[in-house]
Structure formats: C-alpha cells, structure tokens
C-alpha cells in the first residue's frame, strides 16, 4: 500500500448543480459556509474561495448564503466600490470572512492594497473573491474554486464547484 501520499489530503471534489434562483443559490452557500465553519480544510494560510462568472451571475449572492452558514450576522453587501470588506466570524476565534471583489482592479498597482500579506496567508481568514482573474498574482493554487454560469432562462445558472 502506498501511505505516502494521504488520499485525504489530495481528495477532489466536483459538485456541479443547477440553481433556478436567487434563493437557492444561496442556499448552496450556505451549506458550503456550514462545513466551513464546522471544518476548515487544512491549507496553508488562508482559505481562498475563487468566484468565476460574468456580471450579475451571482457570486455576491453566493457569498451571501456562505456568510449566513458561518453565522455571521451581518448581511453582506457588494463591495463594488471597495476592494474589500471584513466581517469578524467569531470574535473569540479572530476568525475573519475577506471578501474581496477585484472587478475594478486594472494593473497590478491597482492590486497593490492586497499584497498585504496577512489577508492570504492568515490561517483564521477565510477569502472569498469575485474576479479572481483580475489578480492572478495573489490567488493561491490550493483554492476552492467555483463557476457560475448563466442558463438558458433568466433566473437558471450553473454552479461549478471543485476543491
Ligand atoms: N439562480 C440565481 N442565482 C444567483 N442569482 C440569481 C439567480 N437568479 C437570479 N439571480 C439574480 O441575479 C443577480 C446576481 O447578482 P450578484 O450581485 O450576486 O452577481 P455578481 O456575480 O456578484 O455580479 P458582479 O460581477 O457585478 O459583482 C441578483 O439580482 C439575483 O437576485
Ligand atoms: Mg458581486
């Protein structure tokens, strides 16, 4: 038997589901937000949740229903005109939701703000971000990555998943 590589550590999962609204894509969150904060996986500094899809696809949505499974009690609001907002998890913990949305950010100056290094590499973070394609530079390889796709009516999409 192998025993060198943990079949725990390198498990992949791939979740792909149809949502046919708001709501439950939201809920999708929020059962993701609950295994977080049941478990968090063990990676090296923060946990980083990458959020891919065009416009109004429903990433701020999904990080929504992610905060209510954590339990916070804040309603989380797009931080368009911010590069980021933190919401404290659980005071006792220091356990802090980053959510990042990166769609403004043009060079890598623009980015500069992020390169704090703390935001990534903080155990207790978790980090959520819209737009990761706009900072390639920060994004981690060990992500959990989700895609949303527009379907074919107005309020279907796809959402990918893949940890
Ligand atoms: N199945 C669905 N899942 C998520 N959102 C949906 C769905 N159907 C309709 N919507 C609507 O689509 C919009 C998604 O907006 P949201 O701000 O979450 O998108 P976004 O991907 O964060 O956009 P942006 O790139 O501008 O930040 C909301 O108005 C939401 O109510
Ligand atoms: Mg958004």
């Known amino acids: 038997m192998n025993t060198s590589k943990s079949p725990k550590r390198h498990r992949l999962f ?18 993701l937000g609950l295994e977080l904060r049941k478990k968090i996986p063990k990676v090296n500094g923060a946990l980083v949740i990458s959020l891919r899809g065009e416009l109004g696809s429903g990433k701020t949505t999904l990080i929504q229903g992610i905060a209510r499974g954590l339990g916070l009690k804040r309603h989380i609001v797009s931080p368009t005109f911010l590069l980021m907002r933190v919401y404290a998890i659980a005071k006792k913990q220091k ?21 704090n290094k703390d935001f990534f590499n903080n155990p207790a973070h978790i980090v959520a971000v819209e737009w990761p394609e706009r900072i390639p530079h920060l994004m981690r390889k060990r992500t959990i990555e989700i895609t949303i796709k527009h379907g074919t009516s107005e309020h279907e999409r796809s959402i990918i998943m893949k940890t």
């Open 14 to 31: 791939n979740i792909r589901i149809k949502s046919p609204s708001a709501k439950v894509t939201k809920k999708f969150g929020e059962t």
């Open 95 to 115: 356990r802090k939701l980053l959510h990042i949305d990166a769609y403004r950010i043009a060079t890598k100056k623009d980015a500069a703000i992020l390169e």
